[in-house]
């Protein structure tokens, strides 16, 4: 299995441009699970889904995000208008979900810089 | 709600030596804990993991943990440190399993030196 796909890898723009993260997850996973990673703040979840379903997008830290998974082979994580404080590595997991699966698969991650 | 400290934020070790990586966890309910391992400009990579059962687990590359309930930890150890285990180290706690988002501390950088 090619593991979870992201992409890009590197991103960079000026602020006030809209941004889009891709992420393809493991094939016949449930679960969708979106982070930031940060100096300040650490690993941060953002928002996760179960079947394609957002579940908790508690963590998502203000309107200018969005994510949607419109299948289950797809998800996007916008931002719109981008700062200079969304600057972070932005990671993709997946998993089977339901109880008895433990494990999130991290993608390889987006570097977003903003100018 | 759910938080995880890991004690020191860099811990420096001499190859060969023991390592010892500190995580205690708040949770309201029965925990799932974990170790993962992200190396530079990579993703993370579990190492290990506890649901339920057996309180002392072995993960790959050679770590364990054991997890206490009396005193809320999940410490990890290696008997011996090698060069190669050179990385940041995360404990992350879950109260869902696979289906529930992780909450994760802030970080160990094991630094082993030669």
């Known amino acids: 299995d090619a593991g979870v796909i992201q992409s890009p890898r590197h991103e960079v723009t000026e602020m006030g441009q809209e941004v889009t993260l891709r992420c393809k997850p493991i094939?016949?996973?449930?679960?969708l699970f979106w982070y930031r990673q940060t100096m300040m703040r650490g690993l941060e979840l953002l928002i996760y889904f179960n079947n394609n379903v957002p579940i908790d997008d508690s963590g998502m830290p203000e309107d200018r995000f969005s994510a949607k998974m419109p299948n289950a082979s797809f998800s996007t994580l916008k931002i719109q208008p981008s700062e200079p404080r969304d600057s972070a590595v932005y990671f993709c997991?997946?998993?089977?979900?339901?109880?008895?699966?433990?494990?999130?698969?991290f993608g390889p991650g987006t570097r977003l810089t903003v100018t | 709600a759910q938080s995880v400290t890991q004690l020191g934020s860099h811990v420096s070790v001499s190859e060969g030596a023991l390592v010892l990586l500190r995580c205690n966890y708040s949770s309201s309910v029965p925990p799932y804990l974990f170790w993962y391992v992200q190396y530079p400009n990579q993703g993370l990579q579990l190492l290990l993991k506890y649901t339920t059962g057996a309180t002392l687990v072995k993960g790959i590359n050679g770590f364990e943990a054991e997890f206490k309930k009396s005193e809320t930890s999940f410490h990890l150890t290696k008997p011996s440190a090698h060069m190669s285990d050179a990385a940041e180290y995360f404990c992350a706690v879950s109260s869902g399993g696979g289906a529930d988002g992780l909450t994760f501390g802030k970080g160990t950088h094991l630094i082993i030196q030669p």
């Open positions: 997991a997946s998993s089977q979900g339901g109880a008895m699966s433990y494990e999130q698969y």
């Open positions: 094939s016949g996973h449930n679960s």
